[in-house]
């Protein structure tokens, strides 16, 4: 529709193929095609869209993505997706993607660019080693600058920051964390890097504020944080969750406006938490209209059995008027 359009947040949950899980596959696009059908987005940010090799030699394609759109209202979208940090091809898992109707005139992606590496020693007790643990994050922040039909430029910064689970460490014979020592320190670490991500992701957007005034952002992913959480709060830029009003470039969640029974993207052992989001700006929130959250029939993550044929996670849309 002229003078609008929808923008959508879609953890897509591994989303792989292979020539051996060829009837596998056909099973989820049954029930991915409609769902993306349904969004009839104009922007979408995906999440875990895992790159496959044609042969084993070849670098690395996004080959289940691009089944998934063909034929689709979303086949001759503008791309931008995610490198493996360091590489010049995709990872093998959980990269990002962000497609778009219309051209998208810069893109990057921002991986420790403005947050530095940093290192954390275990505390020296029960005999255990003390060598410094390295701490990176485990994903790149994807950014597309989008050119909207009115001249405007729209801000889009795709996430997913870090799953609440143990960071394995390496003084257990490297494997997964079986001591609650060990657990509690790789779980203080996981935490290290969901927070110092989405800092980093929050110092971009103060990047984009300095740079424009009144800029239409919008920080949207998997933030395996619920909306009172720390990462949340850092995104968002406010300092305090009750304030009347909130600070000039502080993030508004766009899900708020939806009714809290059906505010939820996932279902955790029958707990219902909202971990994808979208995040506007004042002056793109302004121009936002109608938020839905499609998770009707979401099955929970902890019972759920293989193979997934949709998502563990709801998308997440939003309609904006110009």
């Not at 300095?210 to 933030?223: Q, R, S, Y």
């Not at 305090?240 to 009714?259: C, F, N, Y």
């Not at 029974?261 to 996932?266: C, D, Q």
Request: glycine share 4%; aromatic share 6%; with cysteine.
């Amino acid at each position: 529709m002229a003078g609008s359009f929808r923008l959508a947040t879609f953890n897509v949950e591994n989303l792989d193929w292979s020539p051996s899980a060829e009837e596998e596959f056909e099973r989820r696009l049954a029930v991915l095609r409609p769902l993306f059908s349904r969004l009839a987005a104009d922007v979408i940010c995906l999440q875990e869209v895992d790159a496959q090799r044609p042969t084993p030699q070849a670098p690395r394609r996004f080959l289940a993505l691009d089944r998934l759109l063909a034929d689709s209202a979303y086949e001759n979208f503008h791309r931008a997706t995610s490198l493996r940090p360091g590489a010049k091809t995709p990872a093998d898992v959980h990269n990002l993607a962000i497609l778009s109707r219309w051209p998208i005139v810069e893109r990057r992606q921002i991986h420790h660019d403005i947050v530095a590496r940093w290192s954390w020693t275990p505390p020296a007790e029960g005999g255990a080693p003390t060598t410094p643990i390295d701490i990176a994050f485990d994903r790149p922040l994807l950014y597309a600058r989008i050119a909207l039909p009115n001249g405007a430029a729209l801000h889009v910064a795709n996430l997913h920051l870090r799953a609440p689970r143990a960071v394995p460490l390496g003084y257990e014979n490297g494997a997964s964390c079986r001591s609650s020592r060990c657990w509690a320190e790789g779980q203080f670490l996981a935490a290290q890097k969901r927070e110092g991500q989405a800092l980093e992701a929050r110092l971009f957007v103060e990047r984009l504020f300095d740079a424009e005034n009144d800029p239409l952002i919008a920080v949207c992913g998997d933030l395996n944080a619920d909306e009172h959480d720390a990462p949340t709060r850092l995104l968002r830029g406010a300092p305090e969750e009750d304030m009347t009003e909130a600070p000039p470039r502080a993030l508004l969640s766009l899900e708020a406006r939806v009714a809290e029974p059906a505010r939820f993207t996932v279902v955790h052992a029958g707990r219902r938490v909202l971990l994808d989001q979208i995040l506007a700006s004042r002056a793109l929130a302004e121009r936002c209209g109608e938020v839905d959250i499609f998770n009707e029939g979401l099955e929970d993550e902890v019972t759920a059995k293989d193979p997934i044929l949709g998502s563990l996670h709801a998308p997440v849309v939003a309609s904006f008027e110009l």
